[in-house]
């Protein structure tokens, strides 16, 4: 097994195994589709979908821009289902994955091909200019952070490039509705997205218009 991928396993976080490999896959094939094109990843936590994206970048010659504000999403923060107190700065008690990000990402040997971008997402979103091979939307799943980042991001993914979506659920029992319903659903509806494939939660759209 690469030694990234260990350490991938390894690393604190929420990306399956099969989810990873089926994202980093994704990536190689992304990046020969849209040659030079970066990867940009919206939510990374402590790192660790980061790093399948981020050994895919440096196979591929190119770079992930890796979009979080590091201070956790609703469901992250103390008393909700995915609260780890480890991540909580006892400074301040708020949360900050950001040590954690950066310790993922070099024990990984991936900083020359991970850009760590710090802030809030659709901020982040309204400057961004660079059509993106592969856009990975993991963020806040409310529904309000889930339209933002459906209209924030999705224009950015670059013609026969993948938007990848993760915490998808068709079958409300297995999983919140808002990356279904305001992602997944309007990628497809708009025509501008086709389903590529599907791993888990995982979902892969081509963008062909
Ligand atoms: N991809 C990670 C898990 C991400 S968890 C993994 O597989 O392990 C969701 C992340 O989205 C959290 O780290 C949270 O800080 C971030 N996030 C939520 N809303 C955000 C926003 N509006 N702007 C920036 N980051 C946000
Ligand atoms: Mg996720």
Not at 38 to 59: D, K, M, N
Not at 160 to 173: E, N, R, S, W, Y
Request: aromatic content about 8%; some cysteine; proline content about 7%.
């Amino acid at each position: 097994m690469s030694r990234w991928r260990e350490h991938a396993l390894a690393a604190k976080g929420f990306m399956p195994a099969d989810e990873g490999d089926a994202l980093h896959g994704a990536a190689l094939a992304a990046a020969a589709a849209v040659p030079g094109a970066p990867f940009v990843e919206v939510g990374s936590y402590c790192g660790r979908s980061t790093i399948w994206l981020g050994a895919a970048a440096r196979q591929a010659a190119t770079v992930v821009f890796a979009v979080d504000h590091h201070r956790g999403s609703d469901e992250n923060q103390a008393g909700w289902e995915h609260h780890d107190p480890a991540v909580v700065d006892a400074r301040t008690g708020r949360m900050d994955t950001l040590p954690w990000f950066r310790r993922t990402v070099e024990e990984a040997g991936l900083a020359e091909h991970v850009v760590a971008v710090v802030g809030s997402s659709p901020t982040v979103a309204r400057h961004w200019r660079t059509p993106a091979a592969l856009v990975f939307i993991d963020g806040g799943h409310g529904v309000e952070p889930a339209r933002a980042d459906y209209a924030g991001w999705t224009p950015h993914v670059a013609l026969g490039g993948t938007l990848a979506i993760h915490d998808v659920f068709p079958d409300p029992a297995d999983g919140g509705r808002p990356p279904y319903e305001e992602i997944y659903v309007p990628a497809l509806e708009s025509g501008r997205f086709r389903l590529a494939s599907a791993t888990g939660a995982l979902r892969l759209l081509t963008r062909v218009d």
